[in-house]
Structure formats: C-alpha cells, structure tokens
C-alpha cells in the first residue's frame, strides 16, 4: 500500500511559479516511476508528467515543455513538480501517483492514468491573469 500526499499549491498570477511536492509513504517509492496528473474543473484527468524510477528519465505534455519541471529525491520518499511561467490555463486540481508495481526498467516511465493505482489527494492550483 502506497499512500500520497501532495502539498504546495495555490493561488499565484500569471507568469508566477510553484513548486508542488508530493510525499509517499512505504519502502517502494525508489522502485516507482512516478506521475503527476491535473484536472480542471469540467474537464477530465490528464497527463502532465513523469519521472523513472531513478530519475534519469522524464517525460512532459507538450503544453508544460520547458516550464515545468519533474525531479525527485528517493532519500525523501518525495516527488517535486516545478512549475514556472504559469499560465491560467495551468488551473487546475494536481495529482500525484504512482503504479501499482516497481519498475521493470530504470529508464521505464508512464503516461496513461491507467498506468497508476495509487493516487494522492490533489492540491489546488489556481493562476489568476
């Protein structure tokens, strides 16, 4: 079992930053690639990014493609999405999630909500213009 919890979001104008963290609980974590997702409001879930296990690998949405930023600390349990120039289509609900299993590869990372089982809480991003 694998248990989330996002932190760091809110209310920031545009072209501001935030830098959202996600913290896992359990042993596993450095075995998981890990994913985050955002959702506004009426619309669905969506991809945003990825990171592999060892944090050598990600993957972004083309819309956030040098702005934000994915990392990870394995020593923490805790995943990191630093967003910059934000924009107020960036509002949306942030998630947090990881796969149900370890990685089979180092370089393996996921972007379909199918791909994960465990999900966080979600923390609100709002980017006013």
């Known amino acids: 079992q694998v248990q989330l919890v996002e932190s760091g979001g809110g209310l920031v104008q545009a072209g501001g930053s935030l830098r959202l963290s996600c913290a896992a609980s359990?042993?596993?974590?450095?075995?998981?690639?890990m994913g985050w997702f955002r959702q506004a409001p009426g619309k669905e879930r969506v991809f945003v990014a990825t990171?592999?296990?060892?944090?050598?690998?990600?993957y972004y949405v083309d819309s956030v493609k040098g702005r934000f930023t994915i990392t990870r600390d394995n020593a923490k349990n805790t995943v990191y999405l630093q967003m910059n120039s934000l924009k107020p289509e960036d509002t949306a609900v942030y998630f947090c999630?990881?796969?149900?299993?370890?990685?089979?590869?180092?370089?393996?990372?996921?972007?379909?909500?199918?791909?994960?089982?465990?999900w966080g809480q979600g923390t609100q991003v709002t980017v006013s213009s």
């Open positions: 990171i592999s296990r060892n944090g050598a690998y990600t």
């Open positions: 359990g042993r596993t974590f450095s075995r998981r690639a």
């Open positions: 999630a990881a796969p149900m299993g370890a990685s089979y590869s180092g370089s393996d990372y996921y972007t379909g909500a199918d791909d994960y089982g465990y």
